[in-house]
């Protein structure tokens, strides 16, 4: 069974850093894209990153671009997003996803596994 567990959100000011980590387990890791994606109350869930199977290929969403850094070690089945220049605007939960594919999509409902989100709250 697929399971995606997040892990490094928190509470941090503006202008700060986090690094997120989603460690899988029960598949093959490296044949799978990973993307992440968050959530505010009341919003709908948006793309922020995703990165091919073998980590040559990573897209953003424009609002995070230049702040934020997807990452993968297949060694560790971990993906990693780093968050710099944190703004009040990006607190929301940011949840793991992952698609047997070689496509990199940016849409939730492509993705087939899902991990249970961690909390990022950034203070003004």
């Known amino acids: 069974q697929v399971q995606l567990v997040e892990s490094g959100g928190g509470l941090v000011q503006a202008g700060g850093s986090l690094r997120l980590s989603c460690t899988a387990s029960?598949?093959?890791?490296?044949?799978?894209?990973l993307g992440w994606f968050r959530q505010a109350p009341g919003q709908d869930r948006n793309f922020v990153s995703a990165?091919?199977?073998?980590?040559?290929?990573?897209r953003y969403a424009d609002s995070v671009k230049g702040r934020f850094t997807i990452s993968r070690d297949n060694s560790q089945n971990t993906v990693y997003l780093q968050l710099n220049s944190l703004k009040p605007e990006d607190t929301a939960v940011y949840f793991c996803?992952?698609?047997?594919?070689?496509?990199?999509?940016?849409?939730?409902?492509?993705?087939?596994?899902w991990g249970q989100g961690t909390q990022v709250t950034v203070s003004s």
């Open positions: 029960g598949y093959t890791f490296s044949w799978y894209t």
């Open positions: 996803a992952a698609i047997h594919d070689t496509v990199v999509p940016t849409t939730a409902s492509e993705y087939t596994y």
């Open positions: 990165v091919s199977r073998s980590g040559d290929t990573a």
